[in-house]
């Protein structure tokens, strides 16, 4: 079996797309998987840094900043659909999946060229630009969360398989793993961890409030920060720090299942993995929608668990070093008011979703006859 994911520019889209790989491979293990992005994504990282061949196209966003450019998109799509055609023949392709983002896009009007069976799977409440173009070239649709299905043409029959997230995450006993996640990432003895997680990219709103926390909380013992900045803002921040013994930063991290298990208390944007992770791990948050995201969907997306009360909302324009330090020192301070929000958090379908989305894949790839040029 052999299939093509469309899947690029932020983790949001990457990381599903990913776990929908291991998936796979779980249910066949002789499954040929490829990637299709661009070059100025994520993806070049991440794609072949987990083993995946990834093949680029000349795709741009479907961003209303682009301006006058935005007029460039239409030949875009269509080179960058022809690109992906030439793609699925190439790798004998059964299926084509997007994942959402502006790569998924062409890898859908390929597979539509070529005369293939095709998936597309939404992860936010409120879909994206990408997957709203895409949805009207194929009538194959799976959400994360059932918000999106209006949103999507033939949204009404989409099935809902929740966020496909990593096995290590869809399995996380965190009890079980702190003292060893506590100790691989040199959290002090007694100390609670407050994890600073701006997404893939960083955020410099919430690097900025936490720098500011960690000059406040200096000669403290009993609180430890870690900031993941991003790679862009990382030497910027540890100048900013001035070796705080308090807090660090770092640019990434590789073992979300590690930081999960050994934070305490996590702030953070909230994009749709990352709401599907801690609804799934039962990490308490504080939870900053990204202002400018598409239908201020990662406000839909953070209302999950701050409805629930496994999370708090914190508006993007009042995350300040004040207004943070108000909200999470009663935190930290409370032990039972964080373990009645890490039990608040309902799991739903997210830590089989990435199983039952690849089924779905497998059934449709079923019904392809092998693609020859």
């Known amino acids: 079996m052999s299939v093509v994911i469309g899947a690029g520019g932020t983790g949001g889209h990457i990381y599903p797309g990913l776990a929908l790989a291991e998936a796979l491979l779980r249910a066949v293990p002789s499954a040929v998987i490829s990637f299709v992005g661009t070059t100025r994504g994520l993806e070049s990282d991440l794609i072949p840094g987990a083993g995946h061949r990834l093949h680029t196209v000349d795709m741009i966003p479907f961003d209303p900043a682009l301006g006058a450019r935005r007029f460039l ?12 055609r030439a793609i699925l023949r190439a790798q004998r392709a059964h299926i084509a999946i997007g994942m959402g983002g502006y790569p998924s896009a062409p890898v859908i009007l390929g597979a539509r060229l ?4 095709s998936l597309i799977h939404e992860s936010n ?9 895409a949805a009207r070239l194929t009538p194959h649709l799976a959400v994360a969360f059932d918000h999106s299905r209006a949103h999507l043409a033939g949204g ?9 997230i990593a096995a290590p995450l869809a399995a996380l006993d965190r009890p079980t793993l702190r003292e060893q996640a506590r100790r691989a990432l040199d959290v002090p003895e007694g100390a ?7 997404g ?3 955020a ?3 690097t900025e409030a936490a720098v500011g926390l960690a000059h406040r909380w200096r000669e403290r013992t009993d609180v430890h920060l870690l900031i993941k900045t991003g790679p862009a803002a990382l030497e910027q921040t540890r100048r900013r720090l001035d070796d705080s013994p308090v807090a660090r930063a770092v640019p990434y991290l590789d073992r979300m299942d590690l930081a999960y298990a050994a934070a305490d208390l996590v702030v953070c944007r909230a994009g749709a993995a990352t709401v599907a992770e801690l609804a799934t791990t039962g990490v308490p948050a504080i939870l900053v929608p990204y202002p400018h995201a598409p239908g201020d969907h990662q406000t839909h997306n953070a209302r999950v668990l701050s409805d629930a009360g496994a999370g708090l909302l914190l508006p993007d324009a009042e995350t300040t070093t004040e207004r943070l330090e108000a909200l999470t020192a009663p935190l930290l301070a409370d032990p039972a008011r964080l373990a009645a929000m890490s039990g608040a958090a309902e ?3 997210h830590a089989r979703a990435a199983d039952l989305l690849a089924a779905r894949v497998v059934e449709l790839a079923s019904t392809s006859k092998e693609y020859t040029a």
Do not use: I
């Open 114 to 117: 070529a005369g293939l069976p």
């Open 125 to 133: 409440a409120v879909p994206g630009r990408a997957n709203q173009f």
């Open 156 to 164: 009404e029959n989409a099935l809902t398989t929740g966020m496909p």
């Open 192 to 198: 609670r961890l407050l994890l600073v997680n701006g």
């Open 73 to 84: 998109l239409p030949a875009a799509l269509l080179k960058s659909g022809a690109q992906c």
């Open 200 to 202: 893939s990219l960083g």
């Open 204 to 206: 410099a709103r919430l």
């Open 347 to 349: 799991p739903g379908p």
